[in-house]
Nanobody
Framework: QVQLVESGGGLVQPGGSLRLSCAAF????????MGWYRQAPGKQRELVAAITSGGTTNYADSVKGRFTISRDSAKNTVDLQMNSLNAEDTAVYYC??????????????WGQGTQVTVSS
């Protein structure tokens, strides 16, 4: 059984910052790509940022220069530092990880989602 647990969402004013954290728990053999997605009302879920086990990162154009993704492979955690937030960043943010449980194959796992609201 593998579970992703997120924390750190909330309400922030435009121009402010938030940090999201996600931790993977369970019978984890290995972890591949970890990332953050978001889904705004009426829109499809989209990739925000991802990081490989080797540390290579990928960002959506809309967040480049404002968001930073990082991971601690020893702790199976991934964080998303979000700066210079604006109203367009308002969404439910989901953690995703490619995880191979012990004696199994890689599967994609999702967190429960955390709300980020940017508003004055």
């Amino acid at each position: 059984q593998v579970q992703l647990v997120e924390s750190g969402g909330g309400l922030v004013q435009p121009g402010g910052s938030l940090r999201l954290s996600c931790a993977a728990f369970g019978s984890i053999g290995s972890v591949g790509v970890m990332g953050w997605y978001r889904q705004a009302p009426g829109k499809q879920r989209e990739l925000v940022a991802a990081i490989t086990s080797g540390g290579t990162t990928n960002y959506a154009d809309s967040v480049k220069g404002r968001f930073t993704i990082s991971r601690d492979s020893a702790k199976n955690t991934v964080d998303l530092q979000m700066n210079s937030l604006n109203a367009e960043d308002t969404a439910v943010y989901y953690c995703n990880a490619q995880i191979r449980p012990y004696s199994s194959i890689y599967n994609s796992y999702w967190g429960q989602g955390t709300q980020v609201t940017v508003s004055s």
